[in-house]
Protein backbone atom coordinates (compact mmCIF):
# COMPACT_ATOMS: atom_id res chain seq x y z
CA UNK A 1 0.00 0.00 0.00
CA UNK A 2 1.54 3.63 -0.97
CA UNK A 3 2.24 5.99 1.80
CA UNK A 4 -0.60 8.80 3.32
CA UNK A 5 1.04 12.00 2.07
CA UNK A 6 2.06 14.69 4.43
CA UNK A 7 3.28 18.53 3.68
CA UNK A 8 4.53 21.14 6.36
CA UNK A 9 6.15 23.86 6.24
CA UNK A 10 7.26 26.80 8.82
CA UNK A 11 8.24 30.73 8.08
CA UNK A 12 11.64 31.57 8.00
CA UNK A 13 10.93 34.50 10.14
CA UNK A 14 13.15 33.94 12.92
CA UNK A 15 14.67 31.64 15.49
CA UNK A 16 12.21 28.33 16.17
CA UNK A 17 10.72 27.84 19.53
CA UNK A 18 9.41 25.62 22.14
CA UNK A 19 5.82 25.98 20.12
CA UNK A 20 7.55 25.13 16.68
CA UNK A 21 8.57 21.95 18.28
CA UNK A 22 5.64 21.17 20.06
CA UNK A 23 3.04 21.98 18.13
CA UNK A 24 5.07 21.09 14.55
CA UNK A 25 8.45 19.63 14.75
CA UNK A 26 7.83 16.62 16.96
CA UNK A 27 5.16 15.37 14.69
CA UNK A 28 7.68 15.76 11.60
CA UNK A 29 9.90 13.04 13.45
CA UNK A 30 7.22 10.75 14.48
CA UNK A 31 5.43 10.64 10.73
CA UNK A 32 9.10 10.54 8.74
CA UNK A 33 8.80 6.62 8.75
CA UNK A 34 5.47 5.80 8.11
CA UNK A 35 4.73 8.49 5.51
CA UNK A 36 5.39 10.06 2.65
CA UNK A 37 6.73 13.26 4.01
CA UNK A 38 7.37 16.70 2.52
CA UNK A 39 8.74 19.30 4.92
CA UNK A 40 9.74 22.69 4.02
CA UNK A 41 10.47 26.23 4.45
CA UNK A 42 8.05 28.93 4.04
CA UNK A 43 10.25 31.82 2.30
CA UNK A 44 8.00 33.35 0.02
CA UNK A 45 5.21 33.40 3.34
CA UNK A 46 7.90 35.32 5.07
CA UNK A 47 7.95 37.93 2.44
CA UNK A 48 4.87 39.47 3.63
CA UNK A 49 6.80 41.46 6.41
CA UNK A 50 9.34 42.29 3.72
CA UNK A 51 12.60 41.07 5.41
CA UNK A 52 15.94 42.56 4.66
CA UNK A 53 16.94 40.67 1.74
CA UNK A 54 20.71 39.84 3.08
CA UNK A 55 18.77 37.54 5.80
CA UNK A 56 16.67 35.59 4.09
CA UNK A 57 19.29 32.70 3.19
CA UNK A 58 20.42 32.65 6.90
CA UNK A 59 16.79 32.56 7.82
CA UNK A 60 16.07 29.95 5.18
CA UNK A 61 19.34 27.56 6.50
CA UNK A 62 18.85 27.92 10.01
CA UNK A 63 15.31 26.65 9.68
CA UNK A 64 16.54 23.23 8.32
CA UNK A 65 19.32 23.00 10.21
CA UNK A 66 16.76 23.35 13.72
CA UNK A 67 14.54 20.84 12.19
CA UNK A 68 17.44 18.16 11.57
CA UNK A 69 18.74 19.10 14.79
CA UNK A 70 15.40 17.95 16.52
CA UNK A 71 15.37 14.77 14.19
CA UNK A 72 13.75 14.79 11.26
CA UNK A 73 16.09 12.93 8.52
CA UNK A 74 16.51 14.36 4.89
CA UNK A 75 17.13 10.82 3.70
CA UNK A 76 13.60 9.74 5.37
CA UNK A 77 11.80 13.20 3.92
CA UNK A 78 12.02 15.63 0.86
CA UNK A 79 13.15 19.02 3.33
CA UNK A 80 13.34 21.78 0.89
CA UNK A 81 12.88 25.99 0.29
CA UNK A 82 9.57 26.61 -0.78
CA UNK A 83 11.29 29.07 -3.65
CA UNK A 84 12.80 25.96 -4.97
CA UNK A 85 9.74 24.41 -6.20
CA UNK A 86 8.16 26.57 -8.54
CA UNK A 87 5.48 24.94 -9.12
CA UNK A 88 3.49 26.05 -5.72
CA UNK A 89 3.16 29.95 -6.54
CA UNK A 90 1.99 28.52 -10.17
CA UNK A 91 -0.85 26.63 -8.22
CA UNK A 92 -1.16 29.29 -5.79
CA UNK A 93 -2.20 31.59 -9.38
CA UNK A 94 -4.74 29.28 -10.43
CA UNK A 95 -6.46 28.76 -6.65
CA UNK A 96 -6.26 32.94 -6.60
CA UNK A 97 -9.29 32.78 -9.02
CA UNK A 98 -11.11 30.27 -6.81
CA UNK A 99 -10.70 32.39 -3.32
CA UNK A 100 -12.76 35.25 -2.68
CA UNK A 101 -11.87 38.96 -1.04
CA UNK A 102 -14.81 38.29 1.12
CA UNK A 103 -13.49 35.95 2.81
CA UNK A 104 -10.06 35.94 2.78
CA UNK A 105 -10.69 39.98 4.55
CA UNK A 106 -12.31 37.99 7.19
CA UNK A 107 -9.44 35.35 8.54
CA UNK A 108 -8.60 35.90 12.22
CA UNK A 109 -5.01 35.83 11.29
CA UNK A 110 -5.32 38.44 8.44
CA UNK A 111 -6.93 41.01 10.68
CA UNK A 112 -4.85 40.78 13.00
CA UNK A 113 -1.22 41.36 10.77
CA UNK A 114 -3.30 44.27 9.14
CA UNK A 115 -4.04 45.77 12.66
CA UNK A 116 -0.20 44.66 13.71
CA UNK A 117 1.04 46.24 10.04
CA UNK A 118 -1.55 48.95 8.89
CA UNK A 119 1.53 50.82 6.40
CA UNK A 120 1.50 47.10 4.61
CA UNK A 121 -1.70 45.46 4.47
CA UNK A 122 -0.28 43.91 0.87
CA UNK A 123 -2.22 41.52 -1.22
CA UNK A 124 0.09 38.61 -0.52
CA UNK A 125 -0.77 39.05 3.25
CA UNK A 126 -4.30 39.03 1.91
CA UNK A 127 -3.59 35.53 0.06
CA UNK A 128 -1.31 33.84 2.40
CA UNK A 129 -4.15 31.24 3.39
CA UNK A 130 -4.40 30.87 -0.60
CA UNK A 131 -0.90 30.03 -0.82
CA UNK A 132 -0.76 27.86 2.11
CA UNK A 133 -3.21 25.94 0.48
CA UNK A 134 -1.12 25.47 -2.66
CA UNK A 135 1.50 24.60 -0.47
CA UNK A 136 -0.25 21.18 0.61
CA UNK A 137 -2.69 20.72 -2.76
CA UNK A 138 0.88 20.47 -4.73
CA UNK A 139 2.19 17.52 -3.20
CA UNK A 140 -1.91 16.20 -2.63
CA UNK A 141 -1.24 16.19 0.77
CA UNK A 142 -4.16 14.30 3.19
CA UNK A 143 -2.52 14.86 6.27
CA UNK A 144 -0.99 18.63 7.69
CA UNK A 145 0.82 18.60 11.17
CA UNK A 146 0.66 21.68 12.26
CA UNK A 147 -0.37 24.12 15.43
CA UNK A 148 -3.89 24.47 16.71
CA UNK A 149 -3.69 28.46 15.48
CA UNK A 150 -3.41 27.02 11.98
CA UNK A 151 -7.02 25.15 12.08
CA UNK A 152 -8.83 27.79 10.19
CA UNK A 153 -6.36 28.17 7.41
CA UNK A 154 -6.50 24.01 6.93
CA UNK A 155 -10.51 24.76 6.84
CA UNK A 156 -9.55 27.14 3.70
CA UNK A 157 -7.47 24.68 1.93
CA UNK A 158 -10.18 22.29 2.20
CA UNK A 159 -12.54 24.55 0.71
CA UNK A 160 -10.01 25.71 -2.35
CA UNK A 161 -9.88 22.14 -3.18
CA UNK A 162 -13.82 21.87 -3.20
CA UNK A 163 -13.92 24.64 -5.33
CA UNK A 164 -12.05 23.06 -7.35
CA UNK A 165 -13.33 20.27 -7.59
CA UNK A 166 -16.76 21.51 -8.27
CA UNK A 167 -15.33 23.53 -11.32
CA UNK A 168 -12.96 21.22 -12.90
CA UNK A 169 -13.67 17.57 -11.22
CA UNK A 170 -12.35 15.43 -7.73
CA UNK A 171 -8.58 16.10 -7.79
CA UNK A 172 -6.95 17.51 -4.58
CA UNK A 173 -8.03 15.52 -1.51
CA UNK A 174 -9.18 17.60 1.49
CA UNK A 175 -6.16 17.99 3.68
CA UNK A 176 -6.76 17.94 7.48
CA UNK A 177 -4.27 19.03 10.54
CA UNK A 178 -2.84 16.32 12.54
CA UNK A 179 -1.23 16.24 15.96
CA UNK A 180 -0.14 12.56 17.79
CA UNK A 181 -2.31 12.13 20.93
CA UNK A 182 -4.91 13.93 21.16
CA UNK A 183 -5.43 17.75 20.19
CA UNK A 184 -3.96 20.16 18.06
CA UNK A 185 -1.19 21.74 20.28
CA UNK A 186 -0.50 25.80 21.78
CA UNK A 187 2.52 26.24 23.93
CA UNK A 188 1.23 29.11 26.30
CA UNK A 189 4.16 31.94 26.07
CA UNK A 190 5.66 32.75 30.11
CA UNK A 191 3.63 35.72 30.84
CA UNK A 192 0.60 34.45 30.75
CA UNK A 193 -0.50 35.68 27.99
CA UNK A 194 -1.28 34.56 23.85
CA UNK A 195 1.44 31.78 22.61
CA UNK A 196 4.94 31.46 21.85
CA UNK A 197 5.81 32.94 18.88
CA UNK A 198 9.07 33.73 16.76
CA UNK A 199 8.25 37.51 16.12
CA UNK A 200 6.73 38.42 19.41
CA UNK A 201 7.19 38.64 22.99
CA UNK A 202 11.20 37.34 22.93
CA UNK A 203 11.32 37.43 26.98
CA UNK A 204 8.72 34.90 26.97
CA UNK A 205 9.21 32.51 24.69
CA UNK A 206 11.67 29.85 24.87
CA UNK A 207 13.98 29.55 21.83
CA UNK A 208 15.64 26.30 20.67
CA UNK A 209 18.43 28.45 20.43
CA UNK A 210 18.65 29.87 24.09
CA UNK A 211 21.66 29.08 26.24
CA UNK A 212 21.08 27.72 29.42
CA UNK A 213 21.47 30.71 31.34
CA UNK A 214 18.72 32.52 29.59
CA UNK A 215 16.26 29.78 29.67
CA UNK A 216 16.96 29.66 33.69
CA UNK A 217 16.22 33.63 33.43
CA UNK A 218 13.20 33.17 31.41
CA UNK A 219 11.61 30.34 33.57
CA UNK A 220 12.16 32.11 36.77
CA UNK A 221 10.46 35.39 35.46
CA UNK A 222 7.50 33.68 34.59
CA UNK A 223 4.30 34.96 36.42
CA UNK A 224 2.92 33.52 39.34
CA UNK A 225 1.64 34.21 42.47
CA UNK A 226 1.31 33.60 46.51
CA UNK A 227 -0.05 30.00 45.59
CA UNK A 228 -3.87 28.48 46.37
CA UNK A 229 -5.86 28.87 49.39
CA UNK A 230 -8.07 26.08 49.01
CA UNK A 231 -7.30 22.79 48.20
CA UNK A 232 -7.99 21.29 44.70
CA UNK A 233 -8.59 25.23 43.52
CA UNK A 234 -8.74 25.95 40.01
CA UNK A 235 -5.51 27.15 38.84
CA UNK A 236 -5.44 30.66 36.75
CA UNK A 237 -4.19 30.39 33.00
CA UNK A 238 -0.60 31.64 34.12
CA UNK A 239 -0.22 28.30 36.69
CA UNK A 240 -2.07 26.49 33.95
CA UNK A 241 1.29 27.62 31.36
CA UNK A 242 3.50 26.01 34.35
CA UNK A 243 2.03 22.97 34.41
CA UNK A 244 1.51 22.22 30.56
CA UNK A 245 5.23 23.59 29.77
CA UNK A 246 6.44 20.83 32.57
CA UNK A 247 4.26 18.38 31.17
CA UNK A 248 6.19 18.78 27.93
CA UNK A 249 9.73 18.67 28.84
CA UNK A 250 9.63 16.84 32.71
CA UNK A 251 9.06 13.71 34.12
CA UNK A 252 5.41 12.41 34.53
CA UNK A 253 6.59 11.43 38.60
CA UNK A 254 7.63 15.56 38.63
CA UNK A 255 4.83 16.41 37.37
CA UNK A 256 2.82 14.77 39.68
CA UNK A 257 4.73 15.89 42.57
CA UNK A 258 3.66 19.64 41.92
CA UNK A 259 0.36 18.95 41.34
CA UNK A 260 -0.35 17.06 44.70
CA UNK A 261 1.75 19.93 46.03
CA UNK A 262 -0.70 22.21 44.03
CA UNK A 263 -4.13 20.81 45.25
CA UNK A 264 -2.20 20.72 48.84
CA UNK A 265 -1.91 24.44 49.16
CA UNK A 266 2.02 23.35 49.54
CA UNK A 267 3.59 24.27 46.29
CA UNK A 268 6.13 26.54 46.18
CA UNK A 269 6.57 28.00 42.74
CA UNK A 270 10.06 28.98 43.61
CA UNK A 271 10.74 25.30 43.49
CA UNK A 272 8.87 24.41 40.87
CA UNK A 273 10.26 26.71 38.49
CA UNK A 274 13.61 25.88 39.19
CA UNK A 275 13.24 22.03 38.38
CA UNK A 276 11.28 23.07 34.81
CA UNK A 277 14.39 25.36 34.04
CA UNK A 278 16.65 22.13 34.47
CA UNK A 279 14.54 19.87 32.54
CA UNK A 280 13.90 22.56 29.85
CA UNK A 281 17.75 23.18 29.87
CA UNK A 282 18.29 19.38 29.25
CA UNK A 283 15.68 19.74 26.68
CA UNK A 284 16.86 22.58 24.64
CA UNK A 285 20.48 22.11 24.62
CA UNK A 286 21.27 18.88 22.54
CA UNK A 287 18.78 20.94 20.16
CA UNK A 288 20.78 23.90 20.35
CA UNK A 289 24.38 22.09 20.23
CA UNK A 290 23.49 19.79 17.39
CA UNK A 291 21.83 22.87 15.05
CA UNK A 292 25.02 25.45 15.88
CA UNK A 293 26.97 22.28 14.16
CA UNK A 294 25.13 21.77 11.44
CA UNK A 295 24.69 25.35 10.50
CA UNK A 296 28.46 25.39 10.05
CA UNK A 297 28.19 22.88 8.12
CA UNK A 298 26.84 24.83 4.86
CA UNK A 299 27.55 22.90 2.15
CA UNK A 300 25.93 19.90 3.50
CA UNK A 301 22.91 22.31 3.88
CA UNK A 302 23.07 23.32 0.19
CA UNK A 303 22.92 19.79 -0.64
CA UNK A 304 20.16 18.57 1.41
CA UNK A 305 17.62 21.95 0.16
CA UNK A 306 18.53 20.76 -3.43
CA UNK A 307 17.99 17.09 -3.10
CA UNK A 308 14.98 17.95 -1.05
CA UNK A 309 13.54 20.55 -4.09
CA UNK A 310 13.77 18.00 -6.45
CA UNK A 311 11.87 15.44 -4.55
CA UNK A 312 9.00 18.09 -3.97
CA UNK A 313 9.47 19.04 -8.24
CA UNK A 314 8.99 15.79 -9.29
CA UNK A 315 5.80 15.06 -7.06
CA UNK A 316 4.69 18.93 -7.91
CA UNK A 317 5.26 18.79 -11.45
CA UNK A 318 3.27 16.08 -11.94
CA UNK A 319 0.08 18.28 -9.74
CA UNK A 320 0.75 21.10 -12.05
CA UNK A 321 0.36 19.19 -15.44
CA UNK A 322 -3.19 17.60 -14.24
CA UNK A 323 -4.34 20.94 -12.78
CA UNK A 324 -3.60 22.27 -16.06
CA UNK A 325 -4.75 20.00 -17.83
CA UNK A 326 -8.37 19.53 -15.75
CA UNK A 327 -8.53 23.35 -16.60
CA UNK A 328 -8.20 23.59 -20.06
CA UNK A 329 -4.70 24.77 -20.16
CA UNK A 330 -3.35 21.89 -22.70
CA UNK A 331 -3.30 23.65 -25.82
CA UNK A 332 -0.43 21.84 -27.75
P1 LIG B 1 5.50 31.47 14.42
O1 LIG B 1 4.02 31.59 14.76
O2 LIG B 1 6.31 31.25 15.63
O3 LIG B 1 6.02 32.54 13.52
P2 LIG B 1 5.11 29.70 12.20
O4 LIG B 1 3.94 30.59 11.90
O5 LIG B 1 6.14 29.61 11.17
O6 LIG B 1 5.70 30.14 13.60
O7 LIG B 1 4.60 28.25 12.59
C1 LIG B 1 5.21 27.06 12.23
C2 LIG B 1 4.51 25.91 12.90
O8 LIG B 1 4.63 25.98 14.32
C3 LIG B 1 3.00 25.85 12.61
O9 LIG B 1 2.63 24.50 12.48
C4 LIG B 1 2.39 26.44 13.85
O10 LIG B 1 1.10 25.95 14.09
C5 LIG B 1 3.35 25.95 14.92
N1 LIG B 1 3.36 26.84 16.08
C6 LIG B 1 3.84 28.11 16.15
N2 LIG B 1 3.72 28.62 17.41
C7 LIG B 1 3.13 27.63 18.16
C8 LIG B 1 2.77 27.51 19.53
N3 LIG B 1 3.00 28.47 20.41
N4 LIG B 1 2.19 26.35 19.95
C9 LIG B 1 2.00 25.33 19.08
N5 LIG B 1 2.33 25.36 17.78
C10 LIG B 1 2.89 26.49 17.31
N1 LIG C 1 1.07 29.26 7.75
C1 LIG C 1 1.92 28.46 8.54
C2 LIG C 1 2.25 29.23 9.81
O1 LIG C 1 2.16 30.43 9.84
C3 LIG C 1 3.18 28.08 7.82
C4 LIG C 1 2.84 27.36 6.58
C5 LIG C 1 2.91 27.83 5.31
C6 LIG C 1 2.34 26.01 6.48
N2 LIG C 1 2.51 26.88 4.42
C7 LIG C 1 2.15 25.76 5.09
C8 LIG C 1 2.04 25.02 7.40
C9 LIG C 1 1.66 24.54 4.64
C10 LIG C 1 1.55 23.80 6.94
C11 LIG C 1 1.36 23.56 5.57
O2 LIG C 1 2.58 28.61 10.77
Known amino acids: MSKEIVVSGIRSTGYLHLGNYFGAMRNYVKMQDDYNCYFFVADYHSLTTHPDPKDLKANVFRVAA ?7 DPQKVALYAQSDVPEIPELYLMLNMLAY ?38 HRAVKVPVGKDQEQHLEMARNFAQRFASRYGAFFPEPVPFNFGSNLIKVP ?7 MSKSENANATIYLADEDDLIRKKIMKAKTDSGPTEPN ?68 LRKILKDGAERARESASQTISEARRLIGINYY
Open 66 to 72: ENIACGL
Open 101 to 138: KGELEKVPTFKEKARNQPDNINAGLLTYPVLMAADILI
Open 189 to 195: SLDGEGK
Open 233 to 300: AEMPPYIENIFLLMELVSQADTLQFFRDAYNACTIRYGDMKKQLAEDMVAFVAPIRQRASSLQNDEAL
